[in-house]
Structure formats: structure tokens, C-alpha cells
């Protein structure tokens, strides 16, 4: 039963527009969250993170938000550029067993 | 600054064969954890360590063993492959439980 779910398989956004990545989760025990970026033939790599206790971190271009009640995460880039387009794989911590959503791939457009 | 070292990078082995993925990480992490990638699906954990000498499944644990006699090298092994275990094999390490991962470039693995 998957736990972390990612609805939007893909998403195209033009260069300096805003890129919005949505994650639901269903587990109430998640207590970090992460996101990755992923390009092909390599492994993910950290992008930002969220604690269960916050409702939004910010680190430069990308901004996480948590809404609790709702069971929903999203992150916000921007503004968009070419080097961001990439598979973006949210996940949910659990005493260090990660749950992955099955990912969005984004398509930065001239 | 190597990070998480994941050797071979590709490997197509027949049904029934053994073989063994090796990871090596040089952060000085006590976690670390091995994830398998399907199309259409995220990365689904298949065992993890918190320490040397600690290991323990994840979701996905069948067909696989794994040990940690040392911090720095988690061995993933294949019993006996299956057209299943068709996927790419990510490993990972942190400093703790509760902090971001760091994953290895992967190995790609075909079983026929």
C-alpha cells in the first residue's frame, strides 16, 4: 500500500515561471520530509527537507510546504531554469526508513 | 570526496545466479539502507543498518541478504536472481536516522 503518492507523472513549466510539485501522504507517523532531485544514471540528491513541526522551509529558489491537517506537501521552485528539469521524488521519514513517492518528472521549457 | 561508492555500475546476470552489490561509504555514517527503483514506482527499501553489526528489512526484503561488519560496507547479495530482481539498486547512508540520505550513482542489474 503506498504510502507516499506523487499524482502528477509530469510537468512542463517554461524557464523563470513557477514549478509546483504536489505530494499527499496517508501515514500520520511521517515525521521528515524530503525532497529529491534525480537526473538519468545517477542517484538521487538531496534537495529540502521539512520537519513534522513546520509549516515551510525556504532555501533559496526552493520553498517546502507541509500542510499537516491536510496530508499534503508541496515544492515550489522558482523561478525555474533549464538545469531543473529532472525527476523529482518526494519522500516521507519514518525512524529512518524512507517512503518514496513514484515521482514528476519536470520539463523546463526556453 | 567520494561519498557513497556503489560497485558494478551495470550487471546482467542468469536466473539462479549469485552475486553481491557492494557499497562503501566514506562519510563515517552508522546508517545505511538499499533501495531498489522500478519503472513507474519510487525507491523501495529492501534492508538497512543503524550500526555495525545491525541490520534489519525494509519493504521489499525477499530474495535478499545483507550484512554490516564494518561502518563503511554494506553488501547487498543476491541468493539466487530472479527476472524480478530486474531493476536498479540504489544505496544510501546517513549520519542518523533523521537526517537526509546520500545516495550512490546505483547499479543497474538485468536478470535473464
Known amino acids: 500500500d503506498q504510502q507516499v503518492k506523487q499524482n502528477s507523472p509530469s510537468l512542463s513549466v517554461q524557464e523563470g515561471r513557477i514549478s509546483i510539485l504536489n505530494c499527499d501522504y496517508t501515514n500520520s507517523m511521517f515525521d521528515y520530509f524530503l525532497w529529491y532531485k534525480k537526473y538519468p544514471a545517477e542517484g538521487p540528491t538531496f534537495l529540502i527537507s521539512?520537519?513534522?513541526?513546520?509549516d515551510k522551509n525556504e532555501d533559496g529558489r526552493f520553498t517546502v510546504f507541509l500542510n499537516k491537517s491536510a496530508k499534503h506537501l508541496s515544492l515550489h521552485i522558482v523561478p525555474s531554469q533549464p538545469g531543473d528539469s529532472a525527476v523529482y521524488f518526494c519522500?516521507?521519514?519514518?525512524?529512518?526508513?524512507?517512503?518514496f513517492g513514484a515521482g514528476t518528472q519536470v520539463v523546463v521549457t526556453p | 570526496n567520494a561519498g557513497v561508492t556503489q560497485t558494478p555500475k551495470f550487471q546482467v546476470l542468469k536466473t539462479g545466479q549469485s552475486m553481491t552489490l557492494q557499497c562503501a561509504q566514506d562519510m563515517n555514517h552508522e546508517y545505511m539502507s538499499w533501495y531498489r527503483q522500478d519503472p513507474g514506482m519510487g525507491l523501495r527499501l529492501i534492508h538497512y543498518s543503524v550500526g555495525a553489526g545491525i541490520t534489519d528489512q525494509g519493504e521489499v526484503p525477499n530474495g535478499y541478504n545483507v550484512s554490516r561488519s564494518t561502518t563503511e560496507d554494506f553488501p547487498l547479495r543476491l541468493l539466487s536472481a530472479a527476472p524480478s530482481q530486474t531493476s536498479v539498486y540504489f544505496c544510501a547512508s546517513s549520519p542518523t536516522q533523521n537526517t537526509e540520505a546520500f545516495f550512490g550513482q546505483g547499479t543497474r542489474l538485468t536478470v535473464v
Open positions: 521539512i520537519s513534522s513541526i513546520k
Open positions: 519522500a516521507a521519514n519514518s525512524w529512518g526508513k524512507l517512503q
